[in-house]
């Protein structure tokens, strides 16, 4: 499928401009919408390549930069130990409020967008898999696909590194696929543990995976990378976003 990759909006939001990049289907029609969160790098090439990806499978997809507050449009933090130092302070420094409010308006600039069908999903790596749960929590998200989220099970995310995600869980009416790896050290087993026993607390609709594979398994870029595992776990995803966002 040929894709438009070199789209990109500057949405207005309280914290200032919001740089959001677009990946669609170039031919004609609407197509079902995704939110792609990135981990704390911002939208790096391994970034760009998943939403490619995504788009690829006829989707329309739209991937904010979440530290817009702190960083000039278009940043991308290297993945080093400055980069990583960077991205770890700003996830502790910006709000979680400011997360939630900026879920809020690139859902509704996903919505508007022409060639999205009315149907949204959302999906992430990392930091990003906790923003699209968070955003996930807005009624008008269907499904989402969650991976190796961070700091889900410790609520410790944003200002003062303390979030009540695990406390609105009871709140989520979307389906959600949380996918882990077993030798993450950024959620041990006590913490998945949780998240799951939350799931089955408020009894959410969810499906859950767990593989033997490193943090970023996903990111292919570094030693991490889990190509036979990438191929599965986006399958799961593509799978789940078919059902429900096309049924």
Same mark, same amino acid.
């Given at each position: 499928m040929i894709l438009r990759s070199d789209e990109y909006?500057? $949405?207005?939001?309280?914290?200032g401009l919001m740089r959001t990049h677009w990946f669609r289907p170039a031919g004609e029609g609407r197509f079902p919408g995704l939110v792609l969160y990135s981990e704390i790098y911002q939208v790096t090439d391994p970034i760009r390549r998943l939403a490619a990806f995504f788009a690829g499978h006829g989707y329309v997809v739209?991937?904010? &930069?979440? /530290?817009?507050?702190? =960083? %000039? #449009?278009?940043?991308?933090?290297?993945?080093?130990? =400055?980069?990583?130092?960077?991205? +770890?302070?700003l996830k502790f420094t910006k709000p979680v409020a400011g997360f939630d409010a900026d879920a809020t308006r690139v859902i509704g600039a996903l919505l508007v967008h022409p060639a999205c069908s009315g149907r949204v999903g959302t999906i992430g790596?990392? $930091?990003?898999?906790?923003?699209? /749960?968070?955003? %996930?929590?807005?009624?008008?998200?269907?499904? %989402?696909?969650?991976? /190796? #989220?961070t700091d889900i099970h410790s609520g410790t995310l944003g200002a003062g590194r303390s979030d009540d995600s695990l406390v609105r869980m009871a709140e989520l009416q979307a389906e959600?696929?949380?996918?882990?790896?077993?030798?993450?050290p950024h959620v041990p087993f006590a913490g998945r543990e949780a998240i799951r026993?939350?799931?089955?607390?408020?009894?959410?609709? /969810? =499906?859950?995976? &767990?593989? +033997?594979?490193?943090?970023?398994?996903?990111?292919?870029?570094? #030693?991490?990378?889990?190509?036979?595992?990438?191929v599965a776990a986006t399958g799961w995803a593509l799978a789940l976003f078919d059902r429900v966002l096309r049924g």
């Open positions: 909006d500057d $949405l207005p939001t309280a914290g739209a991937v904010p &930069e979440v /530290y817009h507050d702190y =960083e %000039a #449009p278009g940043t991308v933090l290297r993945y080093d130990a =400055e980069g990583t130092a960077r991205g +770890n302070d790596v990392c $930091l990003g898999g906790h923003l699209a /749960y968070r955003a %996930a929590l807005d009624p008008r998200v269907s499904a %989402a696909a969650l991976f /190796y #989220p959600t696929m949380f996918v882990f790896g077993r030798q993450d026993a939350r799931l089955e607390a408020v009894d959410a609709r /969810y =499906e859950w995976h &767990e593989v +033997n594979a490193q943090h970023a398994f996903l990111r292919d870029e570094g #030693p991490r990378y889990d190509p036979a595992l990438f």
